[in-house]
């Protein structure tokens, strides 16, 4: 490391340490003590996590799908650093809008705060955060700019990636700007990667260089029973409660025309009563959150692409029906022309999807392929997706 690397990193160390006091006004202006809300699978590692970002300048915490993780980590960071009276500043990465937004409200809610005071968020040109901001929930795409532009990582205290086996452009180039900006200044900042599926060992060892990454395994599992299922012929299933329907279609056209087959399945018989909702990418972030409204007179049925394959909690999803396929932006090497392109999700997806269930009550999976065909496939969707 040459002197101008040295004297960077001293000078963002210093950084640190002149705000120290610039929290003494937050912890005096809200409250900071941690609420005995739902207990969660994820609070008996709490101290385990703690414990291990302390010691590691690097993280992996890999845990199953409605532990906590996503909102509870960055709470445990933040109570920690109150209970030591010490600077801190967290930004989360989400590699969806949606999931950006409704885990900020939901951070906020449990916290009692007003959403854009210490919990924020931040989507393309739509933000809410403050000078009171300590936990800023935002898209892939949204840091990865922040960063290219600054060089530095000097702004945060703690950067979480969330949902990183997401291996979409964004978060590739983001991987690759921290780990550069990280190891040439040795910043005091704290990096940790969480998923359900994610690869432990690969992100591990990208951020290696002398001390091994340590990675942190949350055994705890929900509370509620998530029942998966492949399609055999001639089965069905027929419930009287209007418990919500989650499903799962690789495209925009694919939603539209279930959507019509469902609204022709309403008029025709007269006791089939359902809210149809769209769900993908090209919606307004209003249309979006539709998705979270309650029904009392009809079952809710949402029709959605991967956009809520993780990090979101709808509350009244009970069942969930994945058709196991996805649509990726593939280039044509004879043409240097990109479209999307259908193809099976890999097994990540799939899990990720199951997970949409049985996060607040008992849930049932229901995916329409068959045994013999289901985890053989899609593990080879998986290694594609690593290569």
């Not at 199953?64 to 960055?74: D, E, I, L, S």
């Not at 109150?82 to 989360?92: D, E, L, R, S, T």
């Not at 949204?142 to 532009?149: A, Q, S, T």
């Not at 702004?155 to 964004?170: A, N, P, Q, S």
């Amino acid at each position: 490391m040459d002197a101008d690397e040295d004297e960077e990193s001293m000078v963002e160390e210093s950084d640190f340490d002149d705000r120290a006091n610039l929290n003494q006004g937050i912890y005096s202006k809200y409250k900071f003590e941690a609420t005995a809300g739902k207990r969660l699978p994820i609070q008996v590692h709490r101290k385990e996590i703690l414990d291990t970002i302390s010691e590691s300048p690097v993280v992996v915490i890999e845990g199953p799908t409605g532990c906590g993780k996503t909102t509870q980590v960055p709470q445990y960071i933040m109570e920690d650093a109150f209970a030591k009276k010490k600077y801190f500043n967290i930004v989360v990465t989400q590699p969806r809008r949606l999931a950006a937004v409704s885990v900020a409200k939901r951070v906020a809610q449990e916290r009692e705060w007003v959403l854009g005071d210490v919990v924020g968020f931040q989507i393309g040109r739509k933000k809410e955060v403050t000078e009171d901001t300590r936990i800023t929930f935002c898209t892939t795409g949204v840091l990865l700019e922040k960063l290219v532009k600054s060089q530095s990582l000097s702004e945060y205290t703690h950067i979480i990636l969330d949902e990183v086996h997401e291996r979409d452009i964004d978060m590739d180039f983001l991987l690759i700007v921290i780990r550069k900006i990280f190891f040439r200044a040795r910043n005091p900042v704290k990096i940790i990667m969480m998923s359900a599926t994610i690869k432990s060992e690969k992100f591990a060892d990208y951020f290696t260089i002398n001390e091994r990454v340590p990675i942190i395994n949350l055994t705890q599992t929900s509370q509620y029973k998530r029942e998966a299922q492949e399609s055999e012929e001639g089965s069905s299933s027929r419930s009287a409660t209007r418990n919500s329907v989650l499903v799962f279609l690789p495209g925009i056209n694919e939603i539209n025309q279930l959507h019509k087959e469902l609204d022709k399945l309403t008029d025709q018989e007269g006791d089939f009563r359902c809210e149809v909702i769209p769900l993908h990418s090209s919606l307004t972030h209003e249309e979006q959150h539709r998705v979270f409204k309650h029904f009392t007179t009809a079952r809710k049925v949402i029709l959605s692409t991967n956009i809520a394959e993780s990090s979101i909690t709808v509350p009244d999803v009970k069942f969930v029906v994945d058709f196991c396929l996805t649509k990726n932006l593939r280039v044509d090497t004879t043409t240097n022309f990109s479209s999307l392109q259908m193809e099976w999700a890999s097994l990540d997806n799939c899990i990720q999807r199951s997970g949409r269930a049985g996060r607040v009550m008992d849930g049932r999976v229901y995916r329409l392929v068959t045994k013999q065909f289901y985890r053989p496939m899609l593990q080879f969707q998986d290694v594609k997706n690593y290569q």
